[in-house]
């Protein structure tokens, strides 16, 4: 869930534009592999001789896909539709997956950008990036951020160069 084109101002340009980090998929990742494992040996061992065998399966079917739907389905569109969007002039968070909310932290008011990673968190090349802002919102926590310093990064550049009035870098 990207920042259309068309609803970015005039001179302002998309820097960056991402997802959580995939590690969040890797629960729902997992309960897919059980639930499939789980079901597939219920399956197997229904007697085939049982009178309601038919029935059994069809049930073990249904509350699999019910499992699969709420555990694996449901978190990965939640990651999808997850996106953030660093612009020339603004920080942009949407989320949703039927309701679509969206944050935006104007770059001149954003006072501080910070960075906080785990020891897991530097294998992964992850971690929370806090944002301080002179807004309402004032400190915005977001958590599983890729490429976390490289973000930082690009985000303290962006705020540095609207600071100066260097807007596209010119």
């Not at 959580?20 to 729902?28: E, N, S």
């Not at 897919?32 to 061992?45: C, D, E, K, N, P």
């Not at 004032?138 to 310093?149: C, E, K, M, S, V």
């Not at 705020?159 to 100066?164: R, T």
Request: overall charge negative; charged content about 20%; aromatic content about 10%.
């Amino acid at each position: 869930m990207t920042l259309p084109d068309h609803h970015l101002t005039q001179g302002e340009r998309r820097i960056r534009a991402f997802n959580p980090h995939w590690k969040r998929l890797i629960g729902p990742f997992a309960a897919l592999v059980l639930i499939v494992i789980a079901s597939g040996v219920a399956i197997y061992f229904v007697p085939g001789d049982w009178q309601y065998s038919t029935y059994g399966r069809i049930a073990i079917g249904i509350v699999a896909i019910l499992l699969l739907t709420i555990w694996s389905f449901v978190p990965y569109l939640q990651w999808k539709n997850t996106g953030y969007v660093l612009t020339t002039h603004r920080f942009t968070i949407s989320t949703g997956v039927l309701n679509k909310s969206t944050d935006e932290i104007p770059l001149t008011k954003v006072n501080s950008v910070s960075s906080d990673q785990s020891f897991a968190e530097r294998i992964l090349g992850c971690g929370t990036l806090t944002v301080e802002s002179a807004s309402d919102q004032g400190q915005l926590a977001l958590r599983d951020i890729p490429q976390i310093q490289d973000v930082r990064a690009d985000l303290f550049r962006a705020v540095e160069d609207v600071s100066d009035g260097e807007v596209d870098g010119k």
